[in-house]
């Protein structure tokens, strides 16, 4: 079967991405199925090889969920004994206190800010979203209000701002100083993050409601609290114990020297998966024994609250498999020859090739990384944009137009309860703001500095 060249195959592309969404939000088709149908039918279309179709769709599923799997396992866990324990009330009341009611997706930006930096965006959402059911429940807002501020406050350090692995490896890439990089990149983030969370996310809870009635919000929202609440500072130990660690095991070098067993040691503790291990383990003592809980009453927690997200893990990993096909199809590499053809500034070309890239694979990761490497060289040569610029621009480039091939859309459609259509209104919206907003900004940084 002859392959499809050139244009071609961006028109494929788009055609299956319409199918994905028609076919979800119109005839309301199960997204796990839809997406492995027309994952194959595109490999089909594309000229894939028969035999190697199936094998690039597993290989992307297998990929994603051998990360994302353990990582939302764990964070479940952990965000169960958190809610069981009344430690996410106890979180949600004082930052309800502490910003008022009126001011709760201030508040949540603000934490997602904070909690974010070193973990990857689904670790956040995952440890965070217990505290953002609560918020809702507690002050009877949408999950759009205080959910949006939440995932805007988490991508916007994701993309920019390092210790974040994606951000840290393009300041690598790029010859950046970090130090002015974390610089730049706060001056960029903030503002954006201010955008595109709590301002864009109060104007459009007017307009989206998510479906009220959410299963996942009974595993995490505890109704009547028996007893006392845990205290603040134990909560906030144990919910920030894995980015502490994380931390830690990115700084490992600054402590001991590398390839010992001391420096080996603290980067397997800061490995995202042993970090949320450690502090769901910490959990079982912090939200579990000492809130007089025995050792069935933990079992049964643990084992409750995996069913509901086994769904959305699978939803997850089928949206990275099309992401896959996409790139063994040679979508991917189509797209990037349209950006380098398109002679643009480093900035911007940093930018557009890492948007065509995230547009094709949906991850922000591979779109950062990808990029750095195919602008990097170009950039060392022609010269003439600052390399901390680069790694901003490149990195807001990553983020834009989420749609049905990357985990985090299927993520915050599933927790938030919401519509594909609804999605692509709130989430979707949100994540291209944030790429054009830190874009502008970026570009406004290089005529000053």
């Known amino acids: 079967m002859e392959t499809v060249q050139g244009s071609m195959l961006l028109i494929y592309a788009l055609v299956a991405v319409i199918a994905l969404v028609v076919l979800i939000a119109k005839f309301k088709m199960n997204p796990f199925i839809v997406l492995i149908v027309v994952s194959l039918i595109l490999g089909l279309a594309v000229g894939m090889p028969m035999g190697a179709i199936v094998k690039s769709f597993e290989t992307g599923v297998g990929n994603t969920l051998g990360h994302i799997a353990l990582v939302v396992g764990l964070g479940t866990m952990l965000g169960k004994m958190m809610a069981e324990s009344g430690g996410a009330e106890r979180i949600a009341t004082t930052m309800i206190d502490a910003f008022g009611e009126k001011n709760v997706h201030w508040a949540m930006m603000t934490v997602a800010f904070i909690v974010g930096l070193p973990v990857f965006f689904e670790v956040g959402f995952v440890l965070l979203i217990p505290i953002a059911f609560n918020v809702a429940k507690r002050t009877g807002t949408s999950m759009v209000m205080v959910g949006i501020p939440m995932v805007a406050g988490l991508s916007v350090v994701h993309g920019l701002i390092p210790p974040h692995p994606a951000a840290l490896l393009a300041v690598t890439a790029y010859n950046a100083d970090i130090g002015r990089t974390i610089l730049y990149a706060l001056m960029v983030g903030i503002p954006t993050a201010i955008i595109a969370g709590p301002i864009f996310g109060k104007l459009m809870s007017k307009y989206v409601i998510p479906n009220p009635d959410n299963p996942l919000i009974s595993q995490f929202v505890e109704a009547d609290r028996k007893g006392d609440l ?127 890239i995230r547009v094709a694979t949906g991850s922000a990761t591979v779109a950062m990384t990808t990029a750095c490497g195919i602008v990097a060289p170009i950039v060392s040569i022609a010269g003439g944009a600052r390399p901390e610029l680069m790694v901003l621009a490149t990195g807001a480039g990553s983020l834009i137009l989420s749609h049905v091939n990357d985990g985090g859309f299927w993520l915050v459609k599933e927790y938030f309860n919401m519509t594909v259509p609804q999605t692509f209104k709130t989430w979707t919206v949100c994540e291209t703001l944030i790429s054009v907003i830190a874009l502008l900004l970026t570009l406004a940084l290089s005529t000053v500095i």
């Open 230 to 356: 845990p205290g603040f500072g134990i909560t906030l130990f144990t919910i920030l114990l894995p980015v502490a660690l994380m931390l830690i095991g990115s700084w490992a070098d600054l402590f001991f020297t590398p390839k010992t067993f001391a420096n080996d040691f603290l980067r397997l503790i800061g490995n995202s998966v042993i970090a949320l291990l450690i502090a769901t383990l910490v959990s079982f003592y912090t939200f579990g024994k000492r809130r007089g809980f025995n050792r069935e009453a933990i079992l049964k927690f643990t084992n409750e609250c995996l069913g509901p997200i086994a769904s959305i893990t699978l939803v997850v990993g089928a949206g990275a498999g099309f992401g896959r096909i996409l790139m063994d199809g040679g979508v991917s590499k189509a797209i990037v020859g349209i950006a380098t053809d398109a002679h643009l500034s480093p900035l911007l070309l940093g930018w557009f090739v890492a948007a065509l």
